[in-house]
Each structure stands twice: as C-alpha cells, then as structure tokens.
C-alpha cells in the first residue's frame, strides 16, 4: 500500500483528528494511529507478505474430517492478535481498544494488500465480535467476546444453504428449543468462510435457522451462537459440539482462506443459543453483512492498490521499445513507462484503485460518525447515507479493482499472467469480490429497489447535495471548474432518472438495476476524485516540498483523468435508463 495515499485520506480528506475528541476515541490521537500505522505495515512485510504465494500454493486440505494447512497462516494470525489488530474495534471491557472504524479500515487495507486470504479470518472474526456485542446477552459476552478479541476463538457467519444460494427467506435449518433454554440446530451450511481451520482451539458460529412453527420467509428467521467447542462455566474447553465438517470448496482466489461446508445436527443436534429476540435474526445479521461488505470492497480497493503499484515499479524498470518518433533503431530501448499507451493503463489503475480506496475509508469513516457522532443529527445523517452507499462501497470496488488488476497484468505483457508474477494471484484474489458477501446483481437491486427509496428517497438527496456542495466549492479553484461543472451536471441528471425510476418501479426498471448501480458508483467516486483535487489544490498553494508536489499533482491528474474519461460513461447509461429500455428483460429464454 502507498502510505503516504493513507494518510492523505486519513488525515487530509477525511479528518479522523477530529474523533480523537469523541469519549471512545480519546486514545486515539495522530501519534497512535500513525505507531499502529507502522507497526500494521512492519507486520504486513514480515509477517503476511511471506506467507502469501505459498497459502496460495499450498491450500487448505481435508483429512479425517479436518483441515491441516500451513501452520504459517496461524502464527501470522497469533502475531495480528498479539499486537492488538485483532481487538482494535472491541469495547474495552472485553479488552478491546475502541480504535476508529475508518483507522482499522485503513489498517485491514494494508495487511489485505499483503495476503487477503489470512486476513479473512480476522476482519470475519472481528465482524462477529462486532454483531455480538450489539446484540448478545451478557453471558453471552462474558463468555465469548474477550476471547474473540484476543484471538483465541475466530468467528464466522452461517447464512447460505446449497438449496436457497442469496435466497435466505428459503434457508431450511432449524433451531429445537431445549428445556434448559438452549436450541439444537439441525441443517447444512454451505461457503461458509472460515468454517473449520486448525488455527484456533474453537470457532464461534453464527447461524441463521428457523425455530418451529416459525413465520414463511425472512420473518421466521432467528440468529443462534453456536461454537465448534462447547464452554464450560469455568471457562474451560468442552466435549464437541454437534458441528462438522462435510468439506471444503475450492475457489479461484483467497485460496489460504478455507471455504467449507458445515452439517449441524449429524447426531442430536448442535447446542446453540438464540441471539436477541425470537424471528429477527436476519436484521441482527445485517449488520455482520453490511459491514462485512464495505470490508470486502476495501480489500478489493486493498487488491486493486497492491496491483498498481506492482505494475508501476515494473513499467520503471522493465526495458522495452523506443518512443514511436525514434528514428535509430540503434538506441538503447527505453523503460516501458515511456510509452503513451502504458501510461494510459497506469493513470488509469491509480484512477480506479485510489478511488475504491477513497470511497471504502469514507463509508468506514460513516461508521465512526454514526457511532459516535455529536448530535443526534449527524449521527442519523450518516447512519442514512450509509445505508444507501453500502451497496456501491461493496460493488463498485470489486468491478473496478478487477479492472485494475486486469490491467497490471496487461503493463506486465506476456509475465503477467505467469504465477512468477504476483499480479496474477493478485486477480485471482480479486475477482472473488464481485460475488463475496452479495453478488453485483444483489446489491444493485438493494440499491435500487430499496435505498434509493427509503424515507421517500430523502438518503438519495442527501448524498446529491453533498455532491453539489462539493462542486460548489472546487469552482473556487479556476483549474477544477471544469470538473464542478461536469459533476454538478451529470449530479442533476441522475436525480432526475432516479426520481423518474422511483415512481415507476417496474421489473424492466429493477432489470437495469446493475447498470444503475455502476452509474451512481461512477458518479460518487467521481464527486470524491473532485473531494481529493480540492485538497490538493489547497495543498500546492501553500507551496510543500518536492515530493509532496508530486504527490498532489497525481491526486490532480487522476482526477482529471476520470472526469473526463471515465465519468462521460455515465450519459449513456443514464440514457438508456431513462428510456427503461428492455433489451434483456424483453428476451425469450428461448433466444439465448
């Protein structure tokens, strides 16, 4: 990761100075998050880096009904743990240390670029802690979180079923009241990440299942903490429990990541206990989900970021060609980064990758205000736009950091899709993000079919205003107007589709649902790019140093770069929009 790109957001863009003044952040000031800063970054070089080719090479196997892997994936985690990584988000308590969200954000960025597929087990550990001490009892806490925190037990979340995939109102497992209050969960479970490992001495499930004569659909769906290991009152380890492992799936990417199927019940049933209330299981969830997606789609921006600066440091030293005017075919050939069209690909990448950094440390840095904001005001705001950006802080990093990791194979040439060269692993990795946690498709209709229509759509106009503010302000700045005006324009026209579409939500409309969510992605990461120009702009008039010259006129240039090649790719899609058009929705099953 490029630090200096951090703490520009961190600081320069985002202010998290100001939480520092927040009662839960109060030890949290610039000189701790730039030593955890440092210290995430030495572990990520030592620690993860090392191990992550060989986790890919070397995947989880299963034997006798467990995993072996590498043992290297479990000291890298014991060592995350032992620094205190693993505890960053907890309350102090259960020994946590109540870091901001958008620092451990930054943080889980740094060590994904390093190895994504180790890191799944922390911020999957980290999210169930999270969702636990929302809504577990107090014995449930007592019992599990401090060891969640410190590592000894990972988490992880049980939703998809072979027979129902994304539809979770058709998950089939049950849940069997027992007469001391605890359930007996019967069913099978299947991508369930992080599932069974040998790493840690046990697991904390969390399963979503049915409890009898529950109502049809997400209605009748509760939540159930359910551990490979039953614990003992005094804390010891128990006999274990009804939960085992029917195998392991094996994906194209995060490979040092186990994705496993999971049977509940093969004898009497795994003992779990209901979290919350009876049937609400699903919104209990969905905070794990969501916040487990504005993760997935940092560590896609993570990928994205990780790639480009690979395939720079190799268009710099890779040796190749001459410029087209040369005229001796005698010279010396030049570094490939001489080539107009390499770089095209490279302004291009730290377009998209900086980008998809920007908008999952924003939607992180929502969090913290929703959190903890200082009025109940800004912390309704921005639990409201949240809401509404979730689904394009999942997806439009994972589309586009794709793309990006696409092209640092394409600056690489025929090495780039060798495995000599890590960005070749590093797409693998990637392109699981599309799908992870809520394919592209399912979080465009959520952002469609419903958040851009909640409280009548007052999210949506939040986030326009914001836009227009920010248009408002560059115009200060005679080089940017171009860009205010653009943004401003393209601003206006998708809240007239979008008020258009919202009052006549049709299943042609909802079938153009992807298409909507790669505009409004478009034009967000558009208004953040203008966010960073007006920094920068700000920042070169109080003339820095050379190298931070340098920095901010590449902030400049990559925005200039998406406004006026990529944001122009919204008027199309906004026109077709508009029309409803039915290519696909109007085609026979017979003509395809």
Same mark, same amino acid.
């Given at each position: 990761?490029?630090?200096?790109?951090?703490?520009?957001?961190?600081?320069?863009?985002?202010?998290?100075?100001?939480?520092?003044?927040?009662?839960?952040?109060?030890?949290?000031?610039?000189?701790?998050?730039?030593?955890?800063?440092?210290?995430?970054?030495?572990?990520?070089?030592?620690?993860?880096?090392?191990?992550?080719?060989?986790?890919?090479?070397?995947?989880?196997?299963?034997?006798?009904?467990?995993?072996?892997?590498?043992?290297?994936?479990?000291?890298?985690?014991?060592?995350?743990?032992?620094?205190?990584?693993?505890?960053?988000?907890?309350?102090?308590?259960?020994?946590?240390?109540?870091?901001?969200?958008?620092?451990?954000?930054?943080?889980?960025?740094?060590?994904?670029?390093?190895?994504?597929?180790?890191?799944?087990?922390?911020?999957?550990?980290?999210?169930?802690?999270?969702?636990?001490?929302?809504?577990?009892?107090?014995?449930?806490?007592?019992?599990?979180?401090?060891?969640?925190?410190?590592?000894?037990?990972?988490?992880?979340?049980?939703?998809?079923?072979?027979?129902?995939?994304?539809?979770?109102?058709?998950?089939?497992?049950?849940?069997?009241?027992?007469?001391?209050?605890?359930?007996?969960?019967?069913?099978?479970?299947?991508?369930?990440?992080?599932?069974?490992?040998?790493?840690?001495?046990?697991?904390?499930?969390?399963?979503? /299942?049915?409890?009898?004569?529950?109502? @049809?659909? !997400?209605?009748? *769906?509760?939540?159930?903490? $359910?551990?490979?290991? =039953? %614990?003992?009152?005094?804390?010891?380890?128990?006999?274990?429990?009804?939960?085992?492992?029917?195998?392991?799936?094996?994906?194209?990417?995060?490979?040092?990541?186990?994705?496993?199927?999971?049977?509940?019940?093969?004898?009497?049933?795994?003992?779990?206990?209901?979290?919350?209330?009876?049937?609400?299981?699903?919104?209990?969830?969905?905070?794990?989900?969501?916040?487990?997606?504005?993760?997935?789609?940092?560590?896609?921006?993570?990928?994205?970021?990780?790639?480009?600066?690979?395939?720079?440091?190799?268009?710099?030293?890779?040796?190749?060609?001459?410029?087209? /005017?040369?005229?001796?075919?005698?010279? @010396?050939? !030049?570094?490939? *980064?001489?080539?107009?069209? $390499?770089?095209?690909? =490279? %302004?291009?990448?730290?377009?998209?990758?900086?980008?998809?950094?920007?908008?999952?440390?924003?939607?992180?840095?929502?969090?913290?205000?929703?959190?903890?904001?200082?009025?109940?005001?800004?912390?309704?705001?921005?639990?409201?736009?949240?809401?509404?950006?979730?689904?394009?802080?999942?997806?439009?990093?994972?589309?586009?950091?794709?793309?990006?990791?696409?092209?640092?194979?394409?600056?690489?040439?025929?090495?780039?899709?060798?495995?000599?060269?890590?960005?070749?692993?590093?797409?693998?990795?990637?392109?699981?993000?599309?799908?992870?946690?809520?394919?592209?498709?399912?979080?465009?209709?959520?952002?469609?079919?419903?958040?851009?229509?909640?409280?009548?759509?007052?999210?949506?106009?939040?986030?326009?205003?914001?836009?227009?503010?920010?248009?408002?302000?560059?115009?200060?700045?005679?080089?940017?107007?171009?860009?205010?005006?653009?943004?401003?324009?393209?601003?206006?026209?998708?809240?007239?589709?979008?008020?258009?579409?919202?009052?006549?939500?049709?299943?042609?409309?909802?079938?153009?649902?992807?298409?909507?969510?790669?505009?409004?992605?478009?034009?967000?990461?558009?208004?953040?790019?203008?966010?960073?120009?007006?920094?920068?702009?700000?920042?070169?008039?109080?003339?820095?140093?050379?190298?931070?010259?340098?920095?901010?006129?590449?902030?400049?240039?990559?925005?200039?770069?998406?406004?006026?090649?990529?944001?122009?790719?919204?008027?199309?899609?906004?026109?077709?929009?508009?029309?409803?058009?039915?290519?696909?929705?109007?085609?026979?099953?017979?003509?395809?």
């Amino acid at each position: 990761m490029n630090r200096r790109d951090l703490d520009f957001l961190l600081y320069e863009l985002l202010d998290v100075d100001a939480l520092s003044s927040r009662v839960r952040h109060e030890d949290h000031g610039r000189d701790t998050i730039a030593a955890m800063l440092d210290t995430a970054e030495a572990m990520a070089e030592t620690d993860f880096a090392p191990n992550n080719r060989k986790a890919d090479e070397n995947e989880p196997r299963f034997e006798n009904g467990r995993v072996t892997q590498i043992p290297e994936t479990g000291e890298s985690l014991r060592r995350f743990s032992e620094a205190g990584f693993m505890a960053a988000l907890g309350d102090e308590r259960w020994g946590g240390i109540q870091m901001p969200f958008t620092v451990n954000m930054a943080i889980n960025a740094v060590f994904s670029a390093a190895n994504i597929s180790t890191m799944a087990y922390a911020f999957l550990t980290q999210s169930a802690a999270n969702m636990l001490e929302t809504f577990g009892s107090g014995e449930q806490k007592e019992r599990f979180l401090p060891r969640m925190l410190s590592g000894e037990f990972f988490g992880t979340m049980c939703l998809t079923e072979p027979q129902a995939g994304s539809s979770l109102s058709d998950i089939r497992t049950t849940a069997a009241p027992q007469a001391d209050g605890s359930y007996r969960i019967t069913g099978n479970k299947i991508y369930i990440s992080g599932g069974e490992q040998a790493i840690t001495s046990n697991i904390v499930h969390l399963v979503l /299942a049915r409890i009898k004569d529950a109502p @049809p659909g !997400v209605k009748g *769906i509760s939540l159930f903490l $359910v551990p490979k290991v =039953l %614990v003992n009152d005094d804390g010891s380890l128990g006999e274990r429990n009804d939960v085992s492992l029917a195998g392991l799936i094996h994906k194209m990417g995060y490979r040092g990541t186990t994705s496993t199927m999971l049977n509940f019940g093969e004898r009497e049933g795994a003992v779990g206990w209901l979290i919350g209330e009876p049937h609400k299981g699903l919104s209990y969830m969905f905070q794990m989900m969501n916040e487990a997606r504005v993760i997935v789609g940092n560590g896609a921006a993570a990928l994205a970021c990780t790639g480009y600066l690979h395939s720079l440091a190799y268009a710099r030293e890779r040796v190749q060609g001459r410029p087209a /005017a040369a005229k001796d075919p005698t010279a @010396p050939p !030049v570094p490939i *980064i001489k080539h107009p069209d $390499v770089r095209r690909m =490279l %302004v291009a990448q730290k377009a998209y990758a900086e980008g998809a950094l920007a908008l999952t440390l924003f939607a992180a840095r929502l969090v913290d205000e929703w959190r903890t904001g200082e009025t109940e005001e800004a912390r309704s705001g921005a639990h409201q736009l949240l809401e509404l950006l979730t689904p394009v802080a999942k997806s439009w990093p994972s589309q586009w950091g794709l793309e990006a990791n696409s092209l640092a194979i394409q600056v690489h040439g025929g090495y780039g899709y060798t495995r000599e060269y890590p960005v070749e692993q590093i797409y693998r990795d990637n392109r699981l993000n599309p799908i992870h946690e809520g394919t592209h498709g399912i979080q465009a209709l959520d952002l469609l079919g419903r958040k851009v229509r909640m409280d009548d759509g007052a999210a949506f106009e939040r986030l326009c205003a914001l836009m227009v503010e920010t248009a408002d302000a560059a115009r200060a700045h005679p080089g940017l107007v171009e860009f205010s005006d653009a943004l401003a324009d393209t601003v206006e026209r998708a809240r007239l589709t979008t008020a258009a579409l919202r009052a006549n939500m049709t299943e042609t409309v909802l079938g153009n649902a992807s298409v909507y969510l790669e505009m409004l992605g478009h034009v967000v990461v558009a208004w953040l790019w203008l966010k960073q120009a007006v920094v920068a702009c700000d920042a070169l008039a109080a003339d820095p140093h050379e190298a931070d010259r340098a920095f901010y006129a590449g902030k400049l240039a990559a925005c200039r770069y998406f406004f006026r090649w990529e944001l122009p790719k919204t008027g199309p899609q906004l026109d077709r929009l508009a029309a409803v058009d039915d290519t696909w929705f109007a085609m026979a099953e017979d003509h395809f």
